[in-house]
């Protein structure tokens, strides 16, 4: 039992399962126990702080490179977030496609949280052509400051693509009961979005058997960063 505790395979897996879907760490090592590996949740835990975020960044790394597109068309909003027991905003970022580009958490919703966002945001994907937003003013006064007020688009239900990306981690929140520790939602929340948009193929748009290939695919390319 001690080799499939540090077998890589066990490692990959363990860190997929409690990233790709709404699981807790309980949950995870229950799943493990049923394929025979005994394994504890803090375990788990501990290979998630170790390993997710290396795997999270060579995932992002790959698609940043292959993600021209991305720069086209913004969807930035945020959501409230319980983190014990405290409200707090998660500042997120998606493209055309609803790919997740970037997340972070803060206390405010003014224009200085609005303006490191977008910085943080932008140093990473570069200047994209369309910046769609609701109406809040942080976002109007953050553009006007770094130059791109004039690529701001607000609109009734032109930011319903921002909107429907909060699915995936709203059910990551009631699983995890609204999380206890601002510092771990914000170190979650961009690798779960980034496994999240790994695994995501678009079932409703391919057909089964270019779905089933995607799958495969995105599968393999999961097991090279792991695997190293």
Known sequence: MKFFKTSPE???????LYNRFPLSLRNVEDLLHERGLDISHETVRFWR???G?????EIRKRRIEGMKSSRWRWHLDEMFVTINGEMHYLWRAVDHEGEVLESFVMKRRDKRAALKFLRKAMRKHGRPEVIVTDRLRSYCAALKEIGAS??????RWENNRA??????????????LHGSDACEACRNSPLHGSVCNHFNQERHLN??????????????????????
């Not at 004039?150 to 609109?155: E, H, L, P, V």
């Open 150 to 155: 004039s690529r701001q688009q607000t609109g």
């Open 163 to 176: 909107e429907n990306s909060q699915l995936p981690f709203r059910r990551r929140e009631r699983a995890m």
């Open 49 to 51: 702080h170790r390993f």
């Open 10 to 16: 066990v490692i990959r897996l363990a860190v997929m």
């Open 207 to 228: 057909p089964p058997d270019n779905f089933k290939t995607n799958r495969t695919a995105a599968l393999a390319e999961w097991r090279q960063p792991c695997s190293a």
């Open 53 to 57: 975020p290396r795997f999270a960044a």
